[in-house]
Nanobody
Framework: QVQLVESGGRLVQAGDSLRLSCAASGLTFSRQSMAWFRRAPGKEREFVAA????????SYAEPVKGRFTASRDNAKNTMYLQMNSLKPEDTAVYYCAARPEYYSDVVYLNEHDYDYWGQGTQVTVSS
């Protein structure tokens, strides 16, 4: 049974930093292309960051470029999202997603490309 469990979300102030974690089980983590998405209140879920098997060359959405960093530790079956210089508009439920990828060290930016999802963790940034 595949499980993705996000953690680390909480209430912070604008300008603060936060690190989210996504712990995976029930799958071969080192062969998953992974991503972070978020859903802000009243909005559609949107892409935040994606990272390939190897962790090389992550991709980011424009609003978070230069502030957020995605990484992974395949030995720990865990993906991370380091979020710096947080803004109130970063307030959202953050989800991690996984997709098996056996042939190419690639990333996917569309939520429909992902097979597995976590339940989400709430990040609230106060002004």
């Amino acid at each position: 049974q595949v499980q993705l469990v996000e953690s680390g979300g909480r209430l912070v102030q604008a300008g603060d930093s936060l690190r989210l974690s996504c712990a995976a089980s029930g799958l071969t983590f080192s062969r998953q292309s992974m991503a972070w998405f978020r859903r802000a209140p009243g909005k559609e879920r949107e892409f935040v960051a994606a990272i390939s098997w190897s962790g090389g060359s992550p991709s980011y959405a424009e609003p978070v470029k230069g502030r957020f960093t995605a990484s992974r530790d395949n030995a720990k079956n865990t993906m991370y999202l380091q979020m710096n210089s947080l803004k109130p508009e970063d307030t959202a439920v953050y989800y991690c997603a996984a997709r098996p990828e056996y042939y190419s060290d690639v990333v996917y930016l569309n939520e429909h490309d992902y097979d597995y999802w976590g339940q989400g963790t709430q990040v609230t940034v106060s002004s």
